[in-house]
């Protein structure tokens, strides 16, 4: 089983702050990533949300934020609702004069089940590269 990690990395003409704001808070992240029912960015806070595939399967995402370094680092388990494995989503901010190169690095894929084809790392390529090119792109621009 080798390991591949997922990462996507985009400078957004934002703050650091924005862009934490954005990935911190409940309100804010459900114009352009999850409608989470609750989200706190504290070590140890869980939370889950339900996101449909793109035949229209739901998945219930089941996380647990493990790392806080204010308006610099989050990260959280990604793991699903009867399914084995436990993957890792690690967001990262590096100010660059008035914007915010953000880094995203999803670890840990390959624990979930291989003969799920939903599972596969690609599918993971293609949804994070959409949420930062397109949905978080737009949010942030509307500034």
Same mark, same amino acid.
């Given at each position: 089983?080798?390991?591949? +990690?997922? $990462? !996507?990395?985009?400078? %957004?003409?934002? &703050?650091?702050? =924005?862009?934490?704001?954005?990935?911190?808070?409940?309100? *804010?992240?459900?114009?352009?990533? @999850? #409608?989470?029912?609750?989200?706190?960015?504290?070590? /140890? @806070?869980?939370?889950? %949300?339900?996101? #449909?595939?793109?035949?229209?399967?739901?998945? +219930?995402?089941?996380?647990?934020? =493990?790392?806080? !370094?204010?308006?610099?680092?989050?990260?959280?388990?990604?793991?699903?609702?009867?399914?084995? /494995?436990?993957?890792?989503?690690?967001?990262?901010? @590096?100010?660059? &004069?008035?914007? =915010?190169? *953000?880094?995203? =690095?999803?670890? /840990?894929?390959?624990?979930?089940?291989?003969?799920?084809?939903?599972?596969?790392?690609? +599918?993971?390529?293609? /949804?994070?590269?959409? $949420? %930062?090119? +397109?949905?978080?792109?737009? @949010? *942030?621009?509307?500034?």
């Amino acid at each position: 089983m080798s390991e591949k +990690n997922v $990462i !996507v990395e985009r400078v %957004f003409a934002a &703050d650091v702050h =924005t862009v934490w704001s954005a990935l911190t808070e409940k309100e *804010l992240m459900k114009l352009w990533y @999850f #409608d989470l029912a609750e989200f706190r960015a504290e070590v /140890g @806070f869980k939370f889950e %949300f339900l996101a #449909d595939d793109l035949d229209g399967k739901p998945w +219930n995402h089941l996380c647990e934020v =493990t790392e806080v !370094v204010p308006e610099s680092k989050l990260v959280h388990t990604w793991t699903y609702e009867g399914y084995s /494995g436990v993957s890792y989503v690690m967001w990262e901010l @590096f100010a660059e &004069d008035q914007n =915010t190169r *953000l880094k995203l =690095t999803h670890s /840990g894929i390959e624990t979930f089940p291989q003969d799920v084809p939903e599972l596969a790392i690609h +599918n993971f390529e293609m /949804g994070w590269d959409d $949420i %930062f090119n +397109n949905s978080l792109r737009e @949010f *942030l621009e509307k500034k």
